[in-house]
């Protein structure tokens, strides 16, 4: 079954850190795109950032300086470094992998909040 799994969201003070991960398991197709979504209570889903197939990074304007996607060796693990945390970023982020194929994947969604 494949399957893209996310962790380490949580509940942390506002200037705190958090760092999400996301592992897909159960495909061996290349990876073309990794993004962080998030989607707070009432609002729309929103990108946060990507890491595309070559290393290359896109980051909202809202989350510059502040939140770093990288790739671990394997290139299979993404996650997303978030300090300076705002009550703001509070929300459920997802993570989406577009991999050749035709898959496009998304997680179950883990949860960031962030308290004053």
């Known amino acids: 079954q494949v399957q893209l799994v996310e962790s380490g969201g949580g509940l942390v003070q506002a200037g705190g850190s958090l760092r999400l991960s996301c592992a897909a398991s159960g495909t061996s197709f290349s990876i073309l795109n990794t993004a962080w979504y998030r989607q707070a209570p009432g609002k729309s889903r929103e990108l946060v950032a990507s890491?595309?197939?070559?290393?290359?990074?896109n980051y909202a304007e809202f989350v510059k300086g502040r939140f770093t996607i990288s790739r671990d060796n394997t290139k299979i693990t993404v996650y997303l470094q978030m300090n300076s945390l705002k009550p703001e970023d509070t929300a459920v982020y997802y993570c989406?992998?577009?991999?050749?194929?035709?898959?496009?994947?998304w997680g179950q969604g883990t949860q960031v909040t962030v308290y004053s």
């Open positions: 890491i595309n197939g070559g290393g290359g990074t």
């Open positions: 989406n992998q577009v991999r050749s194929g035709g898959w496009n994947l």
